[in-house]
T-cell receptor
Framework: NADVMQNPRHLVRRRGQEARLRCSPM?????VYWYRQLPEEGLKFMVY????????ESGMPKERFSAEFPKEGPSILRIQQVVRGDSAAYFC???????????FGQGTRLTVV | GENVEQHPSTLSVQEGDSAVIKCTYS??????FPWYKQELGKRPQLIID?????GEKKDQRIAVTLNKTAKHFSLHITETQPEDSAVYFC?????????FGAGTRLTVKP
């Protein structure tokens, strides 16, 4: 990928359903960050992953939320039993290594109805 | 974990004036400090970054300064233009993650 690809761009879920958000990092990047952004607010850190490892998940709620970055395929942010308060834009970013430029995807806008 | 504070939350300047945004961080292990610009409805994009072994970096109308002792860093935009209007985020990165400030909404009035 010459870009960080997130899909879907928009996702609508009913309360209680599951949401799966995908992030394919830029080619050559093995580090992925997930952030949540509410309208008119900042980027709240959720989780930092390297291939097959969760490095820091301190920003992610312990219940209903999980993330993975398998050896093959995209990183997945999974939200089970969604509630209205989960509605937000979810951005992922990827980088080659620690402390280097992180490139953002276009985000997934989750709406829970 | 790292905690980044950013001020001001909103900033309005006249076209041609300078704008300064300030951030502080808590983790002395942080050694990489990027700044991102986010236009309405778009993704954040890197505009400039600085590492802890450098005190100042400049790129055309944008400059960033870093004071490691005081744990603060600043973004300076000179000769502001209407297209500089956006939300700006600072970030600090120790080895394990990247934490962002709450953002500054900059409005440049023509």
């Amino acid at each position: 990928n010459a870009d960080v690809m997130q899909n879907p761009r928009h996702l609508v879920r009913r309360r209680g359903q599951e949401a799966r958000l995908r992030c394919s990092p830029m080619k050559g990047h093995s580090h992925v960050y997930w952030y949540r952004q509410l309208p008119e607010e900042g980027l709240k850190f959720m989780v930092y992953l390297q291939k097959e490892n969760i490095i820091d998940e301190s920003g992610m709620p312990k219940e209903r939320f999980s993330a993975e970055f398998p050896k093959e395929g995209p990183s997945i942010l999974r939200i089970q039993q969604v509630v209205r308060g989960d509605s937000a834009a979810y951005f992922c970013a990827s980088s080659k290594s620690d402390n280097t430029e992180a490139f953002f995807g276009q985000g997934t806008r989750l709406t829970v109805v | 974990g790292e905690n980044v504070e950013q001020h001001p939350s909103t900033l309005s300047v006249q076209e041609g004036d300078s704008a300064v945004i300030k951030c502080t961080y808590s983790d002395s292990a942080s050694n990489y400090f990027p700044w991102y610009k986010q236009e309405l409805g778009k993704r954040p994009q890197l505009i400039i970054d600085i590492r802890s072994n450098v005190g100042e970096k400049k790129d055309q109308r944008i400059a960033v300064t870093l004071n490691k002792t005081a744990k603060h860093f600043s973004l300076h935009i000179t000769e502001t233009q209407p297209e500089d209007s956006a939300v700006y985020f600072c970030a600090a990165s120790p080895n394990n993650d990247m934490r962002f400030g709450a953002g500054t909404r900059l409005t440049v009035k023509p």
